[in-house]
Structures are given as C-alpha cells and as structure tokens.
Nanobody
Framework: QLVESGGGLVRPAGSLKISCSASGSGRLFGDYVSRWFRQTPEKERTFVAAISRNGARTYYSDFMKGRADISRRNIEITVWLQMYSLQAEDRAVYYC??????????????????WGQGTEITVSS
C-alpha cells in the first residue's frame, strides 16, 4: 500500500517536495524500484522519475530532467520527489508505484500494481 502526500498549490518557478510512503517493513520496501508518474485530465498517465532499490541509480523523464531529485530512505519506507522550477504544465496528480523490475529506465507502469490516490499539484500565481 503506497500513499502519496505533499501536493498543493505552488507559484510558477516554485519548488515542492512530495512523498510516497508505504506500509509494511523496510526490508520489503527495499526490494522494489520506485517510480513516480503524473496524470492530468487531458493526458494519459506519464512517467516522471524512478529510483533503484538502494537509491544509487535514478532516471528522469526528459521534461523533468534537471528540475527534480528523486530520493528514498528504505528504513523510513519513503520515497520523495523534490521538484524545482515548476510551471503550469506540471499541474497534475502525482502517483508513485513500486515494482520488482530492476531497470530504472523502464517508463511504463507495471500493470500488476495498484495505484494509490495520488497527490495533486497545482501551479498558479
């Protein structure tokens, strides 16, 4: 069970850090690669960023590269996505998923995983 949080209203060019927390043990959480996706009513769910099981490797979508840092702390069973220079087009509901595929460059969602409720980010002045 993954729960996203930390979304809200942010001004253009602002920053925001969102979280994804899991229930269960830290050791099991560390077995999974974590990925962030986002979705708007106008677009399909889109890959944002991923982080390997131990946090050593990360991968970002082209639109988020250089504007975000994904991190994790397995003992806290949490993954974070720190985003910078947010713009109106970043407005979306952000979701996290955890799966057993080890390649962080996989950008599609594992269809066997369940989506959480997401956390919504609005970028507006």
């Amino acid at each position: 069970q993954l729960v996203e949080s930390g979304g809200g209203l942010v001004r253009p060019a602002g920053s925001l850090k969102i979280s994804c927390s899991a229930s269960g043990s830290g050791r099991l959480f560390g077995d999974y690669v974590s990925r962030w996706f986002r979705q708007t009513p106008e677009k399909e769910r889109t890959f944002v960023a991923a982080i390997s099981r131990n946090g050593a490797r990360t991968y970002y979508s082209d639109f988020m590269k250089g504007r975000a840092d994904i991190s994790r702390r397995n003992i806290e069973i949490t993954v974070w996505l720190q985003m910078y220079s947010l713009q109106a087009e970043d407005r979306a509901v952000y979701y996290c998923l955890a799966d057993l595929r080890s390649d962080v460059a996989i950008i599609d969602a594992d269809p066997s995983r369940y989506w959480g409720q997401g956390t919504e980010i609005t970028v507006s002045s």
